[in-house]
């Protein structure tokens, strides 16, 4: 497993500085730093950067718990914490407009891993020029799925990579490995690696999870746009299927309302065998539990068409979900 203690200590390899290197690559960024998960890179980013009574902190309402947590811990250190309604950037507008200190983070998941919905980073990166602000992007599960070549996520898709101070990411999606990463500056690198708490003082990553991230990557280099092309048929396949029409992301979500509902429906597919888990609060707020269907370019086309399939016949299409209480008794 290698050296076993933090990056700062001795936890730090050639293997290492590599991977950010290429991660930083990937990200059209200046530099990169490892953190041993996403979630850890969330909470240390937006801890270490937005920690004092001179920063606001702006927040998707349906960030991850990741963000949520992180702007927390900022708020702990001094920061105003202001949540924006889902994509609302008139609403961000306002609240900007409204806010008095110096300096302003916004931050957002660029894939919203419940609802599979993105942000807007071009309207991110416009409202910038007129609020001057700190963008803090998570591409947990967007890095490698959306763009070209190797796949630099939504803001590449967009175009908005100018835009995009911090691209935070995960190893564990895409790159089926383990492990977080924030991706940006020089002086913003060697900042969180003074301050980001989660990276001062856990253990780095273990080498071979270091290796497989990176050859994950050259994968990604080399196959990129036949594996993505696969995985968005495969989008198209089921959305087509339910009736939901035109490509979105690889997370496509059934509400169901109820815990019951969404963990016999669950069951029920379990027997038919396909693994869509049901989501439940805290995850989502209470009555909108749900099946959530994760897709990979690994799915074959029978696979995706049998779970279509599955769903009709066991009445959770969306239309069918949308009924009632009936579907329990049904299942």
């Known amino acids: 497993m290698g050296r076993r203690g933090s990056a700062l200590v001795c936890g730090y390899s050639p293997e290492h500085a590599a991977l ?3 991660l930083a690559e990937l990200k059209g960024a200046e530099a990169c730093l490892l953190f041993p998960t996403g979630f850890a890179a969330n909470s240390g980013v ?30 702990k250190g001094g920061a105003a914490l202001q ?37 807007d980073l071009r309207g991110l990166a416009a409202l910038k020029a007129e609020h001057d602000f700190l963008l803090v992007a998570d591409e947990a599960h967007g890095t490698l799925v959306f763009g070209r070549g190797a796949g630099g996520g939504v803001a590449q898709l967009q175009g908005a990579e100018a835009g995009v ?9 895409a790159f089926g490995c383990l492990g977080g990463f924030a991706a940006c500056s020089r002086p913003v690198r060697e900042l969180l690696a003074t301050k980001a708490r989660p990276f001062v003082f856990s253990t780095a990553l273990p080498l071979p999870v270091v290796a497989a991230a990176r050859a994950a990557l050259r ?32 997370i496509v979500p059934l509400v169901l309302g109820t815990e019951a509902r969404a963990l016999a429906a669950s069951a029920a597919l379990r027997r038919e065998g396909f693994h869509v888990t049901a989501i439940r609060p805290p995850t989502v707020p209470p009555g909108t539990a749900r099946l959530r269907v994760a897709l990979s370019a690994a799915h074959t086309t029978g696979e995706v068409l049998g ?23 049904k299942l």
């Open 83 to 119: 949540v924006y309604r889902h994509k609302d950037l008139g609403h961000l507008r306002e609240l900007l407009a409204a806010c008095r200190t110096p300096l302003k983070l916004v931050v957002t998941d660029t894939v919203f891993s419940m609802d599979g919905d993105t942000a």
């Open 219 to 250: 994968v990604a280099r080399r196959d990129g746009d036949a594996l993505r092309a696969r995985l968005f048929r495969n989008i198209n396949l089921l959305r087509n299927g339910l009736g939901l029409g035109g490509s979105s992301s690889p």
């Open 20 to 22: 950010e290197r290429e």
């Open 165 to 173: 101070d911090v691209h935070v990411g995960t190893l564990s999606k």
């Open 46 to 75: 937006l801890a270490a950067l937005a920690g004092s009574d001179r920063v606001t902190v702006f927040s998707d309402a349906l960030n991850h718990a990741s963000i949520v947590d992180g702007a927390r811990l900022a708020a």
């Open 307 to 329: 779970l279509v399939d599955a769903l009709r016949r066991l009445g959770l299409t969306p239309a069918a979900a949308a009924a009632g209480p009936g579907l329990v008794a």
